[in-house]
């Protein structure tokens, strides 16, 4: 019978002033938190609002890293905004209600590109954070690979790129 893997990760929160509180962890730097202007709270602040986003695009960062690792698919660099969309729902409270994460991902090589929706839609599915709550995650990468002096572009065109979600057999 199989192990079962079962880890707890900890955070404290103490109010400091006003809607602003510090949260840290075992081992951890501790981060200023507050309310977002738009809740009576001053701009600056990491609200929950943005550690929420924040923690979904991390998960989806940190998981393609390992399947494009354990794929043999070598990343020339990797980052990635996500805008989480905070609304009243009818009946109900406020919910982050849709994150759209906008990975932007450079390969190695042009052969590659063909693997990479793949692999992003792994890295979707197995987002243990997009898992665990219920808004709605949708991904809208861009993919390109890299161009050096070696490789340059034929005829001085852009980097090739993919775009899976404009794919029509990816819909």
Not at 16 to 25: D, N, S, V
Not at 121 to 135: G, H, Q, R, T
Not at 141 to 147: A, K, T
Not at 157 to 162: D, G, H, L, M, T
Request: glycine fraction near 6%.
């Amino acid at each position: 019978m199989a192990e079962s893997r079962v880890f707890y990760y900890e955070t404290q929160i103490e109010w400091r002033k006003e809607k602003e509180g510090e949260i840290k962890g075992p081992g951890l730097s501790p981060v200023a938190v507050g309310a977002p202007p738009e809740f009576s709270g001053r701009e600056g602040n990491w609200a929950p609002e943005h550690l929420f986003v924040a923690s979904l695009n991390t998960c989806f960062m940190l998981t393609l890293l390992t399947i494009a690792e354990n794929s043999k698919l070598p990343l020339i660099s990797f980052r990635s905004t996500a805008k989480g969309k905070l609304e009243r729902v009818e009946g109900s409270v406020y919910q982050i209600t849709e994150v759209v994460i906008k990975p932007t991902v450079v390969i190695a090589s042009a052969h590659d590109l063909g693997r990479v929706p793949r692999i992003l839609d792994k890295a979707k599915e197995n987002c243990f954070i997009s898992n665990s709550v219920k808004s709605v995650i949708k991904l809208e990468p861009e993919v390109h690979h890299h161009q050096t002096q070696a490789s340059p572009s034929p005829l001085g065109e852009a980097p090739e790129s993919v775009n899976p979600s404009s794919d029509p057999k990816r819909r």
